[in-house]
């Protein structure tokens, strides 16, 4: 099928039919075998979702592919084979399939965050900073943005903005264990010591397995003699 001898755009095949019943004859306005094709990739998307949940993120991404074949604007899928790819370190590939499900579907924030996370592999913390503001500004109390965001502006130099991300996420999840972790790791670079004590120790009331804030509480006690 080529995109291009439509006449319908993408973006609005893709939110009309995802909107929609699975019952074909609910789709108003669409022709049959866009329907029929934009089904068959449903199947195979979700084959790709299962192999994914047992950890086969090849055969993943092989019924991803499948998928793309059949209906190549399907948004979630290219997300989904993004994410695969992250999963077996293609951060590159990831972030080329994340570009195509944010071309697809403009509003879908976890595509936005997925890229955003693909690029603070590759150190490209300016542009994480970027795909994670998008995410924000798409949902706003995502949690997880927040806090990816600090990590990034914290590499970035921009402390005052990292603590501010920081704050934000404990703001909207205040048993977030990693967030007072890694708030206290940035109180630590900035020498306030007291400080990252009570965060790390946050960090271990809230969930006494975690290991690494037990290890920055004995560093911080080696650092402070």
Same mark, same amino acid.
């Given at each position: 099928?080529k995109?291009k001898? *439509?006449?319908? &755009?993408?973006?609005?095949?893709f939110?009309?039919?995802? !909107?929609?019943?699975?019952d074909?004859?609910?789709?108003?306005?669409?022709?049959?075998?866009?329907?029929d094709?934009?089904?068959?990739?449903?199947?195979?998307?979700?084959?790709?979702d299962?192999?994914?949940? %047992?950890?086969?993120?090849? !055969?993943?991404?092989v &019924? #991803?592919?499948?998928?793309?074949?059949?209906f190549?604007?399907?948004a979630q899928?290219?997300?989904?084979?993004g994410? !695969?790819? +992250?999963?077996?370190?293609?951060? =590159?590939?990831?972030?080329?399939?994340?570009?195509f %499900?944010?071309? #697809?579907?403009? =509003?879908? &924030?976890?595509? #936005?965050?997925?890229?955003?996370t693909?690029? %603070?592999?590759?150190n490209?913390?300016?542009?994480?900073?970027?795909d +994670? &503001?998008?995410?924000i =500004?798409?949902s706003?109390?995502d949690?997880?943005?927040y #806090?990816?965001?600090?990590?990034?502006? !914290?590499?970035?130099?921009?402390?005052? $903005?990292?603590?501010?991300?920081?704050n934000?996420?404990?703001?909207?999840?205040?048993?977030?264990s990693?967030?007072?972790?890694q708030?206290?790791? *940035?109180k630590?670079?900035? *020498?306030?010591?007291e400080?990252?004590?009570?965060?790390?120790?946050?960090?271990i009331e809230?969930?006494?397995?975690?290991? =690494? %804030?037990?290890?920055?509480? $004995? *560093?911080?006690?080696?650092?402070?003699?």
């Open positions: 099928m995109i001898s *439509l006449l319908f &755009s993408s973006f609005f095949i939110k009309f039919l995802t !909107a929609q019943t699975t074909s004859t609910k789709f108003y306005g669409i022709p049959q075998n866009i329907v094709s934009y089904n068959q990739a449903v199947t195979f998307k979700n084959e790709g299962v192999k994914y949940k %047992a950890k086969d993120y090849r !055969a993943a991404i &019924s #991803y592919n499948n998928s793309i074949d059949i190549p604007i399907y899928t290219y997300n989904n084979r994410v !695969a790819k +992250f999963e077996l370190q293609d951060y =590159e590939g990831a972030i080329l399939d994340y570009n %499900a944010i071309k #697809y579907n403009p =509003e879908s &924030s976890d595509a #936005y965050f997925n890229r955003g693909a690029k %603070a592999k590759l490209n913390n300016q542009g994480a900073v970027a +994670f &503001s998008k995410t =500004e798409i706003p109390n949690t997880d943005a #806090y990816n965001r600090g990590i990034a502006k !914290a590499k970035l130099k921009d402390y005052t $903005g990292a603590f501010a991300d920081y934000s996420a404990i703001k909207l999840f205040s048993r977030y990693q967030v007072y972790n708030r206290g790791k *940035l630590v670079q900035l *020498l306030d010591y400080g990252a004590l009570l965060d790390f120790k946050k960090a809230i969930d006494p397995t975690f290991m =690494e %804030a037990y290890q920055n509480v $004995g *560093l911080l006690k080696v650092k402070t003699k």
